[in-house]
């Protein structure tokens, strides 16, 4: 990579681009869990998280839900507009799992009702603790209208990525998106849309195809999210 590295995260570089404004967002190999307690290196993951994100973001694109995305730029490269991010994670839940059962003691696989959104504060030191909407307000995170357009935008996504994965026989169970604000105002999707930040699940058999496969030692992580990129029609490795 050419430009200065801006921000490293658990699973991504961005890196200043050529152009003002633009950023070279690069995946990682790396697989972590447990706020990075759990780490490994596994050779292709960022490959496969740079194309699977790319085709979200275009089919969301299409769908008219704005993100950050500009185009794919390289294998792990995707360029995309700077944001100002809001410190808040969006969690969209179809079927309880993770946290939430936890939380409430809920059975995994239970199927709500309606999808639920969840808002919490984004801090790896405190561990993304949930928050209430009075919380971003008063702590200045976010504001009751901010929130409302994001929670409005995840649903959108859901019902998107959702109808999408359906056909070609995946269960959307929950996902996490963040949101920033782009340099024209508007409040549009940042980050990735990846199998480490969702929950997918074969619909026939229930196999996980997600980061659970790491965070619980499953095994075959690498083949779960090409099944998941070769299901939706992605090839992989054929990018510019
Ligand atoms: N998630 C994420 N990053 C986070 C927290 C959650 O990508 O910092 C995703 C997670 O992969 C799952 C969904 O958001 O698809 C809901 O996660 P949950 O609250 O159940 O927490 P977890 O079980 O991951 O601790």
């Given at each position: 990579?050419?430009?200065?590295?801006?921000?490293?995260?658990?699973?991504?570089?961005?890196?200043?681009?050529?152009?003002?404004?633009?950023?070279?967002?690069?995946f990682?190999?790396?697989?972590?869990?447990?706020?990075?307690?759990?780490?490994?290196?596994?050779?292709?993951?960022g490959?496969?998280?740079?194309?699977i994100?790319?085709?979200?973001?275009?089919?969301?694109?299409?769908?008219?839900?704005?993100?950050?995305?500009?185009?794919?730029?390289?294998?792990?490269?995707?360029?995309?507009?700077?944001?100002?991010?809001f410190?808040?994670?969006?969690?969209?839940?179809?079927?309880?799992?993770?946290?939430?059962?936890?939380?409430?003691?809920?059975?995994?696989?239970?199927?709500?009702?309606?999808?639920?959104?969840?808002?919490?504060?984004?801090?790896?030191?405190?561990?993304?603790?949930m928050?209430?909407v009075?919380?971003?307000?008063?702590?200045?995170?976010?504001?009751?209208?901010?929130?409302?357009?994001?929670?409005?935008?995840?649903?959108?996504?859901?019902?998107?990525?959702?109808?999408?994965?359906?056909g070609?026989?995946?269960?959307?169970?929950?996902?996490?998106?963040?949101?920033?604000?782009?340099?024209?105002?508007?409040?549009?999707?940042?980050?990735?849309?990846?199998?480490?930040?969702?929950?997918?699940?074969?619909?026939?058999?229930?196999?996980?195809?997600?980061?659970?496969?790491?965070?619980?030692?499953?095994?075959?992580?690498?083949?779960?999210?090409?099944?998941?990129?070769?299901?939706?029609?992605?090839?992989?490795?054929?990018?510019?």
């Amino acid at each position: 990579m050419n430009g200065k590295l801006k921000y490293e995260g658990k699973g991504k570089r961005l890196f200043e681009s050529d152009v003002p404004g633009q950023l070279i967002q690069q995946f990682k190999d790396d697989a972590t869990a447990f706020d990075g307690v759990k780490r490994e290196r596994i050779a292709g993951k960022g490959e496969l998280n740079c194309a699977i994100s790319s085709f979200m973001f275009e089919r969301l694109q299409e769908a008219g839900v704005r993100s950050h995305f500009i185009r794919r730029e390289g294998p792990r490269e995707m360029r995309v507009w700077e944001l100002e991010m809001f410190p808040v994670e969006i969690v969209i839940r179809n079927i309880a799992a993770g946290s939430i059962c936890k939380r409430l003691g809920l059975t995994e696989g239970l199927r709500l009702a309606r999808p639920l959104s969840e808002l919490f504060y984004k801090s790896d030191a405190l561990h993304d603790p949930m928050i209430a909407v009075e919380h971003a307000e008063l702590f200045g995170w976010a504001t009751a209208d901010e929130i409302a357009t994001m929670r409005m935008l995840a649903l959108r996504v859901n019902e998107v990525l959702a109808g999408l994965l359906s056909g070609v026989g995946i269960q959307l169970v929950d996902f996490k998106l963040e949101f920033g604000r782009h340099p024209d105002g508007a409040i549009v999707l940042g980050d990735e849309i990846t199998p480490d930040g969702c929950r997918l699940w074969d619909a026939a058999t229930g196999r996980k195809l997600d980061k659970d496969v790491f965070r619980r030692d499953l095994g075959g992580l690498s083949e779960a999210y090409h099944e998941v990129a070769t299901r939706l029609g992605i090839s992989v490795g054929a990018s510019a």
